[in-house]
């Protein structure tokens, strides 16, 4: 007997430590689950990466990080709409997806499994990044009919190559804790140069690890660093961050603090200042935080993680330290986890005057809310002063009573005034067009 009870008091001990002390972090609203293997990410026979491409140890810091509250102490739940198929046909798409009066969406291109961030070049050529199957595409319209000729994979076995951009004739593309170039990319779409690596002075971690890259109007490469978490005081300054470098991936330095995992950017088109999206911290409540729409003036700047979020809600662990008042705080609040991820500012002249100058968002959607929010492209409208002064859905529909047939991810204007979407959930690349009244 007295043997049984020392037994039992051992398993409810051993339970009690794994409780307390092995509670995984959360997964962040972007994505449900990215921590998956170099390896689970490669084309299945894929060659190994090349020298050039060579991992590294992952830059890691000591970090002062906080457990993922225990189940009672959470306000939220996991509630991600189940996968269903998407429209078979045009008709099917037009009564799937509601648009203003005068738009039409239509698939530009349904051969881009996984479909991320987007670059178009001069001549036309669209690069498409992805996440969980590694690879790069280049989407070929030769005649401009917007019925793609040819789809080429550029790129495969990166670790999630979520972002891309072009940077004279070379195409540069984001893999988890280093960035690469593709040399004169568009003279190689049918034997495509192996990728040489531009800077691999990144973290490796996975949780919020894809980043989406972009140059400034300065010429600079701007490279976020996502927490490794979901909330979380890192030592190290990278963590949290919009970082950049010069082209040769030189003189990497932080340019934003406070950013908890931005999927989007871009630059005003008459002040050059950069405005990004950025995806508030999980288990606060179905209502909050909401996610943000930001405007950097300036470098240095602090916007508010982990210890401020949307601006006003001081967090209940790190608030303590520093105070909403002392960080920029957004230049639009979005919905609750919504994960707003791309964003342009539109710059074509298709579309109405009244969207002249506004800013297009990619809402991936929710993951840990009781009513599902987001999937979606919204619009912000400007007002005289140049603050936003709207914020409403542009196209809907992805969402459905029985689930999500797609996420849309990016947003890019076209040269002719369209729009266009990417969506990791449908392998799609759509176009949305104005057609009139």
């Known amino acids: 007997m007295i043997r049984v009870m020392r037994i039992w008091f051992y398993i409810i001990a051993v339970s009690s430590a794994v409780v307390a002390g092995s509670v995984l972090p959360a997964c962040s609203k972007d994505e449900k689950s990215n921590n998956v293997s170099e390896q689970s990410v490669r084309k299945a026979g894929a060659p190994p990466r090349p020298a050039s491409e060579a991992r590294t140890a992952p830059h890691q810091a000591p970090a002062a990080r906080s457990a993922k509250p225990a189940a009672d102490q959470r306000k939220g739940s996991v509630n991600q709409p189940d996968k269903i198929a998407p429209p078979a046909t045009a008709a099917e798409l037009s009564r799937a997806l509601t648009v203003p009066a005068g738009f039409q969406v239509e698939v530009f291109t349904d051969q881009v499994p996984n479909a991320r961030a987007m670059v178009l070049s001069q001549s036309g050529t669209l690069f498409v990044g992805s996440n969980r199957v590694g690879r790069v595409y280049a989407v070929v319209d030769q005649n401009g009919d917007h019925r793609p000729d040819r789809v080429h994979i550029v790129a495969e076995g990166l670790t999630m190559p979520v972002g891309l951009d072009l940077h004279k004739g070379a195409l540069y593309v984001s893999s988890l804790d280093r960035v690469v170039r593709l040399d004169n990319i568009e003279s190689r779409l049918d034997s495509p140069p192996k990728p040489v690596v531009v ?15 972009r140059f400034g109007p300065d010429g600079w490469l701007y490279v976020p660093v996502g927490a490794p978490c979901n909330i979380c005081l890192m030592k190290d300054p990278r963590y949290a961050s919009i970082m950049r470098m010069r082209p040769d991936g030189s003189e990497l ?185």
């Open 199 to 213: 800077s691999d002075r990144f973290p490796g971690d996975m949780h919020h690890g894809w980043k989406f890259i």
């Open 253 to 437: 330095e932080v340019y934003a603090h406070g950013v908890r995992n931005t999927v989007g950017f871009d630059w005003h088109p008459d002040t050059g200042q950069l405005w990004f999206t950025d995806n508030g911290r999980d288990w606060l409540g179905d209502d909050a935080p909401s996610d943000e729409l930001n405007r950097a003036t300036e470098k240095g700047q602090h916007f508010g993680y982990p210890f401020c979020h949307a601006g006003t809600i001081s967090d209940p662990e790190y608030g303590v330290q520093r105070a909403c008042g002392e960080f920029v705080p957004p230049a639009r609040k979005l919905g609750p986890h919504v994960a707003g991820l791309g964003m342009r500012f539109y710059t074509g002249k298709q579309f109405p005057e009244s969207y002249r100058g506004a800013i297009f968002i990619a809402e991936h959607g929710s993951w840990n809310r009781a009513q599902p929010i987001g999937y979606r492209v919204t619009v912000v409208k400007m007002g005289p002063d140049g603050a936003p002064a709207s914020y409403q859905p542009f196209v809907e529909g992805w969402l459905q009573a029985n689930g999500a047939w797609g996420r849309p991810v990016d947003v890019l204007v076209h040269p002719d005034g369209s729009l266009l979407v990417s969506d990791d959930r449908a392998g799609r690349i759509y176009r949305v067009s104005y057609r009139g009244s």
